[in-house]
């Protein structure tokens, strides 16, 4: 019987301190076949049912080891200073609504999910 696979998605589990300045370096090692059309979101959520948490995070393609393999994902402060301490389910989805980016699924907006695993916030003594 064959079998296809089509959850790419691989697990990382991400630590990070309440109140500190969050930034995650992630290099696919391939091209991310993407341009300036695709859009980015890291959703936190309390578990897979449950509404994202209102965080804010900023995204960055840069040359890593392949042409726009490397994704950069940061977040103030402030920002992580309004998640309170606990542990989460995240994922991170790709949107790229250039109908040539992947003309095998026939012009439509492509989405993906990069990323998928826990999100761990530690709480921070200055966290206000």
Excluded: H, W
């Excluded at 900023?58 to 402030?78: H, Q, R």
């Amino acid at each position: 019987m064959a079998k296809v696979n089509l959850d790419i998605a691989p697990r990382l589990d991400i630590v990070c301190k309440r109140g500190d300045s969050f930034k995650l370096v992630v290099d696919f090692q391939t091209p991310m076949p993407l341009d300036t059309s695709a859009t980015y979101i890291l959703k936190v959520a309390e578990d897979s049912e449950a509404s994202p948490l209102s965080a804010t995070f900023t995204y960055d393609i840069t040359n890593g080891e392949a042409s726009n393999s490397k994704l950069t994902i940061s977040a103030t402060p402030t920002v992580t200073a309004g998640i309170d301490p606990g542990l989460y389910v995240y994922d991170l989805q790709v949107t790229d609504t250039n109908a040539d980016v992947f003309p095998n699924v026939g012009g439509a907006a492509y989405e993906a999910t990069l990323l998928y695993g826990t999100f761990r916030v530690n709480d921070d003594v200055n966290a206000s």
